[in-house]
């Protein structure tokens, strides 16, 4: 590999002794440093490979870190971490106790503000230069935007905001019609139509509409016009707004040909480009199983309809695209605006399944109370990702939602053990439930090889009994429960522990806590969601109210954000993998 120009660059005031002649040679060099790092270590490719011109355009022109750069998302931010002094450790990238994902303040001076989520760029590129002016500081300041981020009401608010200051802003645009699916929407559309040539002069523009001078669209791959482009936008007052064209993937074959399996592919040939074949698995993961089950009982129920903001891959409602198109809408990365339009479709009495991440539902909080539960409409959603997702790390774990939805009016909060539960409690749920429910699930695969059996009714508030015991109850939710098995299954004593699995935090089955509390003197709940405010409190407010004297513990995810590794680590630091269950039993026994 060479990496000649690479080597000898450690942070941008290096790369600012290359002649501009010589930024083409870097670009090759550093896409195939990301190249050569993702393919065996994974992570996020086409996103990065996609903005390497801008990355070195940026950090040659501007006075990085006094100049402030803030990437939406951080998929498309690792050339811009290998550029400013993370060269040496990018092979950490998203493992335990390596360098983040995503950028992160608390890692690098360079990484201006912490970002996961999307379209929040604008909005913080546009604080910190308002504060710039107030405290009369000479400073750019840049937002570099997806084009699928652009759409996101956030992103809105806060153009219509800069578009009414004289903030020193630049806004990038990186459009590459693609965010992880296809971008959607009428937006999209007029990002394609102001890209031919004809409509430059006649049609009037949306950006300068909001008083953004506006430059572009211009080639985010070539040199010449980039440089020229910023040089000049760096000498203009007020907000500016630069529409760059780029493709993701680029410089990779295959990755720009297959953009969404290569969004995040896992390990590939670095030469060839082809994605390496995982191990065969026997089980399915829950997206799949959501997906399959959906268009079951959509064939069986012609109201069903399923909504997801542009996640159609990661939650597998691709399936019901293909089986039902006017049936699926994707709308693109709007959470808020998913979470009303399927209470809207609720009220004209069609089932909305509304399919979110767990970690983007908490961007739709007021919309869950005050357009779904408040107004008691049976909307479904389906949570993926909940729980600790692995690698993505702390914007991204699914473990807050237990907490924050157990203490809405109106809404059933159910978390599946296993496959079958999750099919089961969709069949349910779309027959007709008088209150909104939240159903969560976890990332990967569950443990069942024959989960597509014939549907079953479950039981609104009833939890399970799985194992008698005899000194010790152990209640948990969730797909925990297969840890707390394996555990109990590894004692010597285990006849002592008893196991039960509650299913609804909310409504919680107080007739078996009553047996419990009856039964057993000491009681320990086990939780992949935040200790604090989750099911373990659940179960304790109970006890309080019914003045239970016995002991109860909690096992859960602590009062802390936790970062990136794999699941069983992370699981580990948590306390709420198998060996560490085993060991809090055996010492409560």
Not at 125 to 139: N, P, T, V, W, Y
Not at 223 to 249: A, C, D, M, S, Y
Not at 259 to 275: T, W
Not at 332 to 343: D, K, M, R, S, Y
Request: hydrophobic share 40%.
């Amino acid at each position: 590999m060479s990496n000649d120009l690479l080597k000898n660059i450690q942070i941008p005031a290096d790369l600012r002794k290359l002649t501009s002649e010589e930024l083409p040679q870097l670009a090759k060099e550093l896409r195939e440093f990301i190249i050569d790092v993702v393919s065996t270590k994974e992570g996020h490719l086409g996103a990065s490979l996609g903005v390497v011109e801008l990355t070195i355009a940026l950090h040659y022109l501007f006075d990085t870190p006094n100049d402030l750069l803030v990437w939406d998302v951080g998929h498309q931010a690792y050339g811009h971490k290998i550029l400013t002094g993370r060269k040496d450790v990018f092979h950490t990238n998203r493992q335990f106790g390596g360098i983040s994902g995503f950028p992160k303040r608390s890692e690098s001076e360079y990484d201006t503000f912490g970002v996961g989520h999307s379209s929040t760029a604008i909005s913080a590129a546009l604080g910190m230069a308002i504060a710039s002016k107030l405290q009369d500081i000479e400073k750019h300041h840049i937002a570099v935007i997806g084009d699928a981020s652009i759409a996101s009401g956030m992103a809105f608010e806060a153009l219509n905001h800069a578009g009414d200051t004289n903030a020193n802003l630049l806004v990038i645009l990186n459009d590459n019609a693609i965010g992880i699916d296809p971008s959607v929407g009428a937006l999209k559309d007029y990002l394609t139509k102001i890209k031919a040539p004809r409509l430059e002069i006649e049609q009037h523009n949306i950006f300068e509409a909001l008083n953004f001078d506006y430059s572009g669209p211009i080639d985010g791959h070539n040199f010449e016009e980039l440089l020229r482009e910023l040089n000049r936008l760096k000498k203009i007052q007020g907000p500016k707004f630069l529409h760059v064209i780029t493709t993701k993937g680029k410089g990779l074959r295959q990755a720009e040909q297959d953009q969404v399996r290569y969004h995040a592919p896992g390990k590939f040939d670095k030469i060839s480009g082809d994605v390496l074949p995982k191990e065969a698995s026997k089980y399915s993961k829950f997206q799949d199983v959501f997906g399959k089950t959906i268009v079951e009982l959509a064939q069986l129920n012609e109201k069903i309809v399923g909504i997801t903001p542009a996640m159609l891959t990661g939650s597998s409602l691709k399936f019901m695209l293909e089986a039902f198109p006017d049936r699926t809408f994707d709308v693109g990365i709007a959470e808020q605006h998913a979470v009303t339009l399927a209470a809207g479709m609720a009220t004209q009495g069609l089932i909305p399944f509304c399919n979110i991440y767990s970690t983007f539902l908490q961007r739709a909080y007021d919309q869950v109370i005050h357009d779904v539960a408040l107004q008691n409409l049976p909307v479904i959603f389906c949570l993926d990702r909940a729980g600790l997702v692995g690698e993505d790390g702390a914007t991204h774990h699914g473990v807050f939602d237990l907490a924050y939805l157990r203490c809405i009016p109106n809404l059933i909060v159910f978390a599946p053990r296993n496959e079958i539960e999750l099919r089961n409690i969709m069949f349910t749920a779309q027959q007709g439930l008088e209150h909104p429910i939240a159903i969560r699930y976890p990332r990967g695969k569950g443990k069942l090889e024959q989960w597509q059996l014939p549907f079953e009714n479950i039981e609104i508030g009833k939890g399970a009994y799985l194992k008698e015991g005899t000194q010790v109850a152990v209640l948990s939710i969730g797909t925990i429960a297969y840890n707390v098995s394996e555990a109990i299954n590894q004692l010597e004593n285990n006849e002592a522990v008893a196991h039960y699995d509650l299913r609804f935090v909310k409504p919680l089955d107080t007739q078996l806590l009553d047996g419990v509390f009856n039964k057993f003197d000491t009681i320990l709940t086990i939780e992949d969601g935040t200790i604090k405010g989750g099911f373990g409190s659940a179960v304790l407010e109970y006890a309080s109210k019914v003045n239970y004297q016995g002991k109860i513990k909690l096992l859960g995810v602590p009062d802390a954000f936790i970062h990136h590794g794999t699941i069983q680590q992370l699981q580990q630091i948590c306390g709420i993998d198998t060996e560490s269950i085993k060991k809090t039993i055996q010492n409560l026994v």
